[in-house]
């Protein structure tokens, strides 16, 4: 019997020391202190704590890198190259790399661990990307399933973005959804209108946020936005421009055609063809139809592709139309924006008509 | 068909407000390596595979897409409705991002209908997974080959299934 409580106690003594030894360990070895974040070869430079991942310490500091899962590593967004400290690179990230980008350094910041100093390279303009807590100033209900939101700045704060460029917007947890979680949207409002943002949101059933927004989000809450995003946005020529749209990828280009009015562009025509099905999914109209008075420069030309309804508007499905609009294009630049499919078609017709694809810009909504 | 530490992690992925609003699983109850080998079996019973189903579907979504979610009529049988949404979804499995968006099917020779998107096509295609009973985007196989008229497999051997 001794022989037997000798050897549990020996064992119960090794495992405690043991376990004593891992937290002394712990202790030295994971505790990683103060740790400097050097972006862009000196650009900027933050001390965090270290442990944590590269895209929460940068966010800590203020400073967002693009995410669509928020650091769940399921997205594979938050990219940003490592020139050092970032250890190797891990099984979780390579799905989401392709070969050059993984000889370039790039890596997924929200599975690179911040253990000791690192350097890092991200583009430039996300140095200007804010985060807002905002208050929904107002919800309007355009159609049956888009809505706009006007989402009001903080006292004092503006927001500097190019017309075209997205912001994303933050849900809080709600029903089944236990974490915060975001979306894009783009901005429909004026880059001059900078004390606030309004975004037009499109029902998606099912959507996580946008379920949030059309069931749970109310005049006068608060509401966490994060931007501006994007390399959606007017190029600076004196070409005749073509604007494309379907359903929420209208924002984008009021936003655009608000930002020509602002800046006195008025040596460019534009004109905007805005692809619905029906009547009962146009909205904005008035308002386009006011700028188009007012504005020789522009124009506006809604079409419904199943409408036979007696109604003012351009028939048929949006390529078609801008097809039987025009002649040969390849003077002209387009800003298109809507669902993958709607892009890809516009595509086809604008090569068609002679339009260079490096003058066509969009925003494939992905 | 074990259920492995790496399907748990898969399964807690399906859970409602993880990945999307309503998860993979709808009502059911069971462990994921069950959900996948009963419709396996399925498959078996009825001699057709689920790349058969995942190439039908898909073939069914391109003759729907690019008319701007107009819905049109297919094969002289099925109403067809392709839906873009901005953004992507990440498969459960973490094996990629899938463009969001959802395809409606109404079979008017019986009145059923399937709904899918391009992720439900990979967790069939890759994962041999067809959806918990009582989701929506469930393609039950049993419905599918009712509606999607397939024909028996060749190469009835289980690792063609």
Not at chain 1, 106 to 128: F, M, T
Not at chain 1, 156 to 170: H, M, P, S, V, Y
Not at chain 2, 129 to 138: I, L, P, V
Request: net charge negative; charged share 30%; aromatic share 8%.
């Amino acid at each position: 019997m001794t022989p037997i409580i000798t050897a549990v106690l020996v064992l119960s003594a090794l495992s405690g020391i043991l376990t004593l030894l891992l937290l002394v360990a712990e202790f030295f070895f994971a505790n990683y202190g103060e740790c400097t974040i050097d972006v862009n070869k000196g650009d900027k430079t933050y001390k965090v704590e270290g442990g944590a991942s590269l895209l929460t310490s940068l966010a800590s500091q203020k400073l967002f890198l693009p995410s669509g899962c928020g650091g769940r590593g399921s997205c594979g967004t938050c990219k940003c190259r490592v020139l050092d400290g970032g250890g190797p690179l891990l099984p979780t990230e390579t799905p989401y790399l392709n070969d050059e980008e993984q000889k370039s350094d790039v890596r997924l910041a929200c599975q690179v661990k911040v253990r000791s100093d690192i350097k890092i390279e991200v583009p430039e303009e996300l140095l200007s990307i804010k985060e807002f807590e905002t208050v929904i100033e107002s919800i309007t209900d355009f159609t049956h399933d888009i809505k706009g939101l006007r989402f009001k700045l903080p006292e004092g704060e503006t927001i500097k973005f190019k017309a075209g460029q997205f912001a994303n917007l933050f849900s809080k947890p709600y029903e089944d959804v236990k974490e915060e979680t975001s979306r894009a949207y783009s901005i429909s409002s004026s880059p001059s209108d900078n004390k606030a943002i309004e975004l037009v949101v499109r029902y998606v059933p099912n959507g996580m946020v946008t379920t949030y927004v059309f069931k749970h989000l109310k005049q006068g809450d608060k509401a966490r936005l994060i931007g501006p995003f994007g390399e959606f946005f007017l190029r600076d020529t004196s070409r005749e421009i073509v604007c494309i749209a379907g359903g929420s990828g209208l924002a984008p280009i009021r936003s655009i055609v608000l930002d020509m009015i602002d800046r006195g562009i008025s040596n460019r025509k534009a004109t905007f063809f805005f692809g619905a099905v029906s009547q009962r999914d146009l909205y904005y109209v008035e308002e386009f139809k006011a700028i188009e008075k007012e504005h020789p420069w522009f124009r506006f030309v809604p079409a419904l592709s199943k409408d036979d309804s007696d109604h003012p508007y351009e028939k048929g499905i949006i390529t078609d139309v801008v097809a039987r609009n025009y002649g040969d294009m390849k003077d002209l630049e387009a800003y298109l924006c809507g669902s993958p499919g709607m892009i890809d078609a516009c595509c086809k017709v604008l090569s068609s008509k002679g339009m260079p694809a490096d003058r066509i810009y969009y925003d494939k909504f992905s | 068909m074990k259920q492995t530490p790496e399907l748990d992690r898969v399964q807690e992925k399906m859970r409602p407000g993880v990945l999307t609003l309503k998860g993979f699983l709808g009502n059911d109850d069971r462990k994921l390596a069950d959900i996948i080998a009963a419709d396996q079996q399925a498959l078996l019973r009825l001699r057709i595979n689920a790349d058969q189903i995942a190439e039908r579907l898909q073939d069914l979504a391109d003759r729907g897409a690019d008319l701007m979610e107009q819905e049109v009529q297919v094969d002289n049988r099925y109403l067809i409705r392709v839906r873009d949404d901005r953004g992507k979804i990440p498969s459960p499995w973490e094996d990629g991002l899938f463009e969001k968006g959802d395809v409606d099917l109404v079979d008017q020779q019986t009145g059923k209908a399937l709904k899918w998107n391009r992720l439900t096509l990979r967790l069939i295609a890759k994962h041999r997974f067809f959806g918990g009973y009582g989701s929506e985007y469930r393609i039950d196989p049993d419905v599918a080959y009712e509606i999607l008229a397939l024909k028996p497999f060749v190469d009835r051997s289980p690792e063609a299934i």
